[in-house]
C-alpha cells in the first residue's frame, strides 16, 4: 500500500494499472466498520481499490464542527492497510482547491430538504469535493454508505447530470452492538451519551410495528417523543419522505418507498440516522 497526497503522484500510478478496475471509497477519515465495509466490497469488485482521506472545508457550514472533525491519519492508514488497500490519498486543502470552487449545483427540491434545509451549503460543498475526487481518480465504482441517505441520492443526481461514467454504489448501514449508527461522530460521545444514542435505532426500529396502525403524523410524533424523552437527546427533525424525491409525505400509499430520515443532537454531537418502511419498487 502507498500514501500519497498530490495528484500528479496519483494519476501516474494509476496511468500504469489503467486497463485494471479502480474502485473508490471517498472519505474524511476517522475510519470506523461502516468504511471498511465500503472498502472491502471496493476490494471485492475491483482490481485496484482508492481511498481518499480528506476532510473537506466547503461542506462544513458550522466552522467549529470543521474544526472539530476527527483527524486520525495515521490509525486510518493502519486500518487499510490490514485490510488491503492499495492507495491512500490523503491530499492536502491546496491540492483539492488551489483555488476557491465556485462552482453552483441546482439539485432542485433533493437538497432543499432534511440535511439540505439544515445544513446551508452542505450538498454543494459535498458535490463539489466529491466531483473533483471522481475526476482525479477516475473510478469505475464508488462505494457511499447509506446511512448518508440524502448525500446519496445527491450524489447519484450529480453523476446523471454531469454524464460521469462510473457506477455509484450504496451500502447498507453498519450499525454498533447496541443498534446506533456506526459513524465517526461517535467517537465525541461521552459514554453516557454513546449508551443513550442507542435510542434513536431503538425508536426507529419500534416505528415500524407503530406505523402499520397509526398515521405519518402519528408515526412522527411517536418517534420524536421517543427519542426526545432521554436526557440527551434533542431530535432535529424526523421526517418520513418518499425514497426517491425524498419529499415529505401525509399518506402511506402515496408512493412505493418510504424512508424515515433523521437528525438527532446527542450532547452537542449531531447524529444521522434512517429506517425504510416500504420498498416494493
Ligand atoms: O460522507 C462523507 O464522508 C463525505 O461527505 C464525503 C463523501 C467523503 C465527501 O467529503
Not at 475510519?31 to 482508492?50: A, F, M, P, Y
Not at 477516475?138 to 460521469?164: C, H, W
Not at 450504496?170 to 449508551?195: D, K, W
Not at 432521554?230 to 418507498?257: C, M, R
Amino acid at each position: 500500500m502507498v500514501v500519497v497526497s498530490t495528484i500528479v503522484d496519483l494519476q501516474s500510478r494509476l496511468d500504469s494499472i489503467k486497463k485494471l478496475s479502480i474502485g473508490f471509497v471517498p472519505t474524511m477519515g476517522a475510519l470506523h466498520q461502516g468504511h471498511i465495509s465500503l472498502v472491502k466490497k471496493s476490494i471485492e469488485e475491483n482490481d485496484i481499490t482508492v481511498v481518499s482521506i480528506f476532510v473537506n472545508p466547503t461542506q462544513f457550514n458550522d466552522k467549529n464542527d470543521f474544526q472539530k472533525y476527527p483527524r486520525t491519519l495515521e490509525q486510518d492508514a493502519s486500518l487499510l492497510e490490514k485490510v488491503g488497500v492499495d492507495i491512500i490519498f490523503a491530499p492536502t486543502e491546496k491540492e483539492i482547491y488551489p483555488e476557491p470552487d465556485t462552482r453552483k449545483f441546482d439539485f432542485g427540491m433533493l437538497d432543499k430538504v432534511m440535511e439540505g434545509k439544515f445544513r446551508p451549503g452542505h450538498f454543494n460543498g459535498v458535490a463539489q469535493v466529491v466531483s473533483k475526487l471522481f475526476d482525479i481518480v477516475k473510478p469505475n465504482k464508488a462505494y457511499f454508505g447509506e446511512k448518508d441517505f440524502q448525500q446519496l441520492a445527491i450524489i447519484r443526481t450529480m453523476v446523471k447530470q454531469l454524464n460521469l461514467p462510473l457506477e455509484i454504489v450504496g451500502m447498507p448501514i453498519m450499525r454498533e452492538q447496541s443498534g446506533l449508527a456506526m459513524s465517526s461522530r461517535n467517537e465525541r460521545l461521552t459514554a453516557e451519551e454513546r449508551a443513550e444514542a442507542a435510542i434513536i435505532y431503538k425508536q426507529l426500529s419500534e416505528s415500524l410495528k407503530y406505523s402499520s396502525d397509526h398515521n405519518i403524523e402519528e408515526t412522527i410524533k411517536y418517534v420524536t417523543e421517543g427519542i426526545n424523552d432521554a436526557k440527551h437527546l434533542e431530535v432535529e427533525y424526523f421526517d418520513i419522505v418518499d425514497g426517491n424525491t425524498l419529499q415529505p409525505i401525509t399518506d402511506w400509499n402515496s408512493t412505493d418507498y418510504i424512508v424515515g430520515c433523521i437528525a438527532v443532537f446527542c450532547g452537542n454531537v449531531r447524529l444521522i440516522d434512517n429506517i425504510t418502511y416500504k420498498r416494493t419498487n
